[in-house]
């Protein structure tokens, strides 16, 4: 957007501060846009966690079940290969998770948000909010530039 459009299109939380260019919004536009990514990324690999712990779980019965059907020796190689078997060389899902969390999830987070105070004073979703005001409606229902218009 440019930056003569009317600042009170939008809330004063998501206005670009004097100075901001195109440019800049753009790419902390896109930057916002790649960690929205990695937070999904992130509820993936924890849909994994839970479906792989679950399945764990199941196993025990699976091995209840052989047992009493007297398969003894299908039992025994499902309990003693697959139940609490490691996902990785020494990882369980939860240890996937921390590694994970603590590393390039957290660099990712402190990164951008390093960029938005540097060059947009910490104000989140410029971009968004400046594609809001072009394409809502002024007046019109359900396209109020804030909660309080």
């Known amino acids: 957007m440019a930056q003569g459009l009317e600042?009170?299109?939008m809330d004063k939380l998501h206005a670009r501060s004097a100075g901001t260019d195109d440019q800049t919004v753009e790419a902390l536009g896109e930057l916002s846009k790649a960690l929205e990514t990695i937070h999904r990324v992130r509820g993936h690999l924890y849909s994994a966690h839970q479906l792989v712990g679950?399945?764990?779980l199941t196993l025990d019965r699976v091995v209840e079940l052989l047992r009493q059907a007297g398969h003894e020796e299908?039992?025994?190689?499902v309990e003693r290969e697959l139940l609490g078997r490691n996902v990785l060389p020494g990882r369980w899902t939860f240890q996937i998770m921390e590694e994970f969390d603590d590393g390039y999830y957290a660099a990712f987070q402190e990164i951008e948000r390093y960029a938005r105070e540097k060059l947009a004073g910490g104000?989140?979703?410029i971009y968004e909010a400046e594609m809001k005001a072009r394409r809502r409606t002024p007046g019109?229902?359900?396209h109020e530039a804030t909660p309080n218009e």
């Open 7 to 9: 600042q009170e299109a």
């Open 54 to 56: 679950g399945a764990d």
């Open 74 to 77: 299908v039992a025994d190689r």
């Open 123 to 125: 104000r989140r979703h």
């Open 140 to 142: 019109m229902p359900g």
